[in-house]
């Protein structure tokens, strides 16, 4: 996921245009926001393929500024103070916040100075204040992948392309919350998440960003709600 810094004019209709463009191209947003200072606009939005949407603007005339990875990070909503906590820990850290936002699954979006230190933080964050387990509106899926056109049969699991980028990305969703286990099925070509999602169509929105998802390594074959009526999380 990558932040776009655009240039809008301080016009009515400048901000549908941009819509309007990115429509056409069949890009979407996935989160972000738009503000005009000091009489100009200017917007940060969040792009799973921020290549494309760049083309679309700027094909249009509309300036893309930059185009910067973000670090993704989801907050304990229940506590106060959580801005201000994980705030301190990146200025402690040396990491100046330049942007900062919610997207669509109402996840914290950061844009930072220091990409590698502002990670590590993140990381931390984590492993340290991120609460597991279920909220009240959580409905527990069974999810089964199967391997994609893509998937190179003669290489082992952790050799296959993309596997750094997605074993961080399923890391992300664990430390969130969202993956409660998972793992290759034995004597079977079946991959089986557990997760814990408001509904599947948030399950699927979730996982299509997956980068082995978009490479076309991995492939969701169903999502079935499994109804736990054990579980040694609940205290």
Do not use: C
């Not at 004019?9 to 400048?14: D, F, I, S, V």
């Not at 463009?21 to 979407?28: E, F, N, Q, R, Y």
């Not at 792009?47 to 494309?52: G, N, S």
């Not at 408001?198 to 980068?211: I, K, M, S, Y």
């Amino acid at each position: 996921m990558r932040d776009l810094a655009i240039r809008l004019e301080n016009r009515p209709g400048a901000l549908a245009e941009m819509g309007e463009v990115l429509g056409s191209a069949g890009v979407s947003i996935e989160g972000g926001g738009a503000f005009v200072f000091d009489g100009k606009g200017l917007a940060h939005f969040l792009f799973e393929d921020a290549v494309a949407a760049r083309k679309a603007l700027e094909e249009k005339g509309i300036k893309v500024h930059a185009d910067r990875e973000v670090l993704v990070q989801r907050l304990n909503q229940d506590q106060p103070g959580q801005l201000g906590k994980i705030s301190r820990m990146m200025t402690d850290a040396g990491v100046n916040i330049e942007v900062i936002y919610s997207d669509h699954q109402n996840q914290l979006i950061l844009v930072v100075d220091d990409l590698e230190k502002g990670r590590a933080v993140s990381e931390n964050w984590k492993r340290t204040s991120a609460t597991p387990g279920l909220t009240m509106s959580d409905t527990t899926f069974v999810v089964i992948l199967l391997p994609g056109p893509a998937w190179n049969e003669s290489l082992p699991m952790r050799a296959q392309a993309e596997w750094d980028n997605h074993a961080r990305f399923m890391d992300d969703l664990t430390a969130n919350g969202f993956v409660i286990m998972g793992g290759p099925l034995p004597d079977s070509r079946e991959r089986l998440l557990i997760v814990a999602a408001e509904n599947e169509q948030t399950v699927r929105e979730t996982l299509r960003r997956d980068p082995w998802q978009t490479a076309g390594l991995l492939t969701i074959e169903r999502i079935r709600p499994w109804t736990v009526l054990l579980d040694s999380r609940k205290q």
